[in-house]
Structure formats: C-alpha cells, structure tokens
C-alpha cells in the first residue's frame, strides 16, 4: 500500500506535469493557426484549459502510477490535429508545429526558474531554511522546472509519432525526407524498447537516464542564464 506522503507527492508531480502538457498542446495549436490551419482552434485545442488536452490513462493514469512506484514515468496527451493541406509549405510547417512544443517547455523552464530568483530577491522568500515551508515549495518550483526541460527533451526523440519526428523531417533533403519517414511504423515499437528493456535486461541503454542527464544540466545552464544561485539551486535539486 502506499502511504500518504506517496500518494500527495504522486498527486503533486502528475498535477505539475499536466499544466506543462497543457502549455506544451497549447503551443502546437497556436503555432499551427499562426501558419494558416485553424483545425485545432475550430475543435477548441487552442487553450490552455487542460480538460480539453487530457487523456484519461496517457495524461493521469499511467504518470499518476509511474510515481507513486517511484521510478520514471512518461505520459501523452490528446493529439493536437493539424491538417496539412492547410499549410503553405507542409513540410517546413509540420516542423515548426513540432518544435513550438519543446521550445515552449524551454520558455517555461527559464520563467520558472527566472520567477524564483525574482522571489528571493524582493520578497521574505528563503527555500534555504530545510525545516520551513520555504523549501518544500523551492523544491517543487525547481523540479516543475526539470520536468519541463525534461518533457521538451523527450518530445525531441527522432521517433514517430515524437516531435523530433517532424522536426528531423523538415530539416532533411526531400530525398532523405521521404526514406526517413518509411521508418515511422517502426518509431512507437523503437520507443516502447527504449522504455521498458532496461528494466529487463539492465544492459541496454536507458533513455530515460540519457534524457535526465541532458535535462539536468539543462536546467543548470538556464539557472545560470538567469542568475539563481548554484547554492539554492543545489539545496533544492539535491536535499
């Protein structure tokens, strides 16, 4: 059974990771009606209310389970639809489209952080106090952060249906274009192994390890970029 604590920190992170997602739809909804297709807007996904986004197991269930048992969890939302013919130049857009999600959990990343030093600097604020409520509420401030970082990184797999898919596509030739998309049917199979082998066989690649990496010091570089404090930064990723 799981104690209390358990289940009000799951809570905590699915709710943080459910307001990024939101952002995360919101941004490919509002890009692709930038650049010419109003599907999403007409069918109402252009919004930053997270019912419209949510999808019951991918959005609450399945990251709702993957952190009460305390390991790494991943998630999805309802797919923002995008009709292609809609676009003046598809492939270019369909890339951009992709892109709008990771770089708006990049934006987030530098508010979030940019916000906490805003607090420590004209307001009582001190998340180095360990005993206060301060610091529990630095703590979830920093990891909405990585889970944002992380989230942007992970959508960034060159893996249909990711959006590094898309993004990769509209970067390459036509030629090469069209011989990396014959590798889409392969791209969930590829992920569901890059996922759940290493808790099978402990000697494959464990992406979600290679990822917490990158977000890592993602995050640090971007604590840096805004001046937050490596001393707060540690005390609160790390104690």
């Known amino acids: 059974m799981f104690s209390p604590e358990q289940i009000y920190g799951a809570i905590l992170i699915v709710t943080q990771f459910i307001i990024l997602l939101t952002f995360h739809e919101w941004a490919h909804a509002?890009?692709?009606?930038m650049l010419g297709d109003s599907t999403a807007r007409d069918q109402g996904r252009m919004s930053i209310n997270p019912g419209v986004h949510i999808d019951l197991i991918g959005t609450i269930l399945l990251p709702l389970f993957g952190s009460l048992i305390g390991g790494g969890f991943f998630g999805w939302a309802k797919p923002v639809p995008v009709n292609p013919y809609n676009l003046k130049n598809w492939r270019?857009?369909?890339m951009l489209i992709a892109a709008a999600g990771p770089f708006i959990n990049i934006v987030l990343t530098f508010v979030i952080l940019a916000g906490l030093r805003v607090a420590l600097e004209f307001t009582p604020f001190n998340p180095l106090?360990?005993?206060s409520y301060h610091h529990e509420i630095g703590k979830q401030v920093v990891r909405m952060a990585l889970i944002s970082v992380f989230l942007a990184a992970f959508n960034m797999l060159p893996l249909f249906p990711l959006d590094g898919?898309?993004?990769?596509?509209?970067?390459l030739p036509e030629n090469a274009a069209r011989q990396f998309e014959k590798l889409s049917p392969y791209g969930m199979p590829i992920l569901m192994c890059l996922i759940f082998l290493p808790y099978f066989l402990p000697i494959f690649p464990n992406v979600f390890g290679f990822l917490g990496l990158i977000s890592l010091d993602t995050l640090k570089l971007t604590a840096e970029i805004v001046g937050l404090p490596k001393t707060v930064l540690y005390e609160l990723?790390?104690?």
Not at 30 to 33: E, I, L, N, P
Not at 165 to 171: C, N, Q, T, W
């Open 30 to 33: 509002k890009s692709a009606d």
């Open 92 to 94: 270019r857009d369909l």
């Open 129 to 131: 106090e360990s005993a």
């Open 165 to 171: 898919f898309s993004v990769v596509r509209g970067l």
């Open 237 to 239: 990723l790390y104690r």
